[in-house]
């Protein structure tokens, strides 16, 4: 396992297995914005915000920003593909630098995207500025990246490996442990609501679960060397080289904060 597999395929597949759970996000964030609403998704990826709230919004314009060329062409395929492509709007900018013009936001969208900018504070003050009086930005964060192994010595596994890979993102300055709540508050923002939700997958599995885990575990695998013992990195690959999606499961939690303008 030397190639790490895309970011991209990641999160394409995390909707696919995970589609309620978004499906049912995609339609509370939705029913708290206006009928015609400007929508800006900040660090928008493949699209999952975006495509969803296009669909979801008929009559919104939607404003994709991400700092990447890369997943901003795949998210104008998945928005073509989905029939929203005239109202999906792809914005290259990174979030760390001045905005460009975003025009006035009635719905703001960041998905698990906040934790990797420099300065959280400083870019949820910008949004505040962005969204018009009464806008709403919803911020979707993990509080754990997907487990997928369910026999107890996999688990451990995963659980040390998880470990190894959260410390090596905290020394890198990635904000996974902000508490989003005082920093919204802190911006300006009166945070509506909190939706943490717990997910747990059991067989029968959707179909993509097998592939959603390989490549999970791939990506994990990749960032470890030097990090967890050999043994560890030997029983990892194992794993992966013998999925057995009969044998998987799916767990992982993620918060969403719902937070209004006044
Ligand atoms: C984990 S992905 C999440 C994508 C998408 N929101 C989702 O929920 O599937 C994080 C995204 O944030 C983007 N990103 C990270 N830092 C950024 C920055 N400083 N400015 C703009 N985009 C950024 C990355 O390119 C990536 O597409």
């Known amino acids: ?48 915000g975006a495509v969803a709230l296009a669909r979801r919004l008929p009559r919104a314009e939607v404003y994709a920003v991400d700092v990447s060329d890369e997943m901003l062409a795949h998210l104008r395929r998945r928005a073509d593909e989905a029939g929203v492509g005239d109202r999906v709007h792809t914005v290259r900018a990174d979030l760390d630098q001045p905005w460009p013009d975003l025009g006035p ?9 906040l ?16 969204l018009r009086p009464g806008g709403v930005l919803a911020v979707a964060e ?15 596994l995963e659980e040390r490996c998880h470990a190894a890979l ?3 993102r905290r ?7 902000a ?23 059991d067989p029968p599995l959707p179909a993509a679960t097998g592939r959603y ?28 080289a013998d999925l057995d999606r009969a044998d998987l499961r799916v767990r992982a939690t993620r918060t969403v904060w719902l937070a209004r303008r006044p």
């Open 142 to 156: 993990l509080d754990s990246f997907p487990r997928f192994l369910a026999d107890p010595a996999g688990a451990a």
């Open 105 to 113: 936001a009635d719905l703001m969208w960041a998905a698990a995207s």
């Open 213 to 240: 885990a390989l490549v999970s575990l791939q990506r994990m695998r990749h960032g470890l060397d030097g990090r967890v013992g050999a043994a560890d990195l030997a029983a990892l690959d194992a794993y992966a």
């Open 166 to 168: 959260a410390r090596m």
């Open 171 to 177: 020394e890198r300055g990635m904000h996974l442990d």
């Open 115 to 130: 934790h990797h900018v420099g300065d959280p504070g400083r870019v949820l003050g910008q949004a505040h500025a962005l």
């Open 179 to 201: 508490d989003w709540g005082a920093l919204l508050a802190g911006a300006g923002f009166a945070v509506e609501a909190t939706r943490r939700t717990d997910l747990a997958l």
């Open 1 to 48: 396992m030397t190639h790490p597999s895309s970011l991209a395929e990641t999160l394409d597949l995390d909707v696919e297995v995970l589609h309620e759970y978004h499906r049912d996000l995609i339609d509370w964030v939705a029913s708290a914005t206006v009928d015609r609403p400007r929508v800006v998704d900040l660090g928008a990826g493949t699209g999952t």
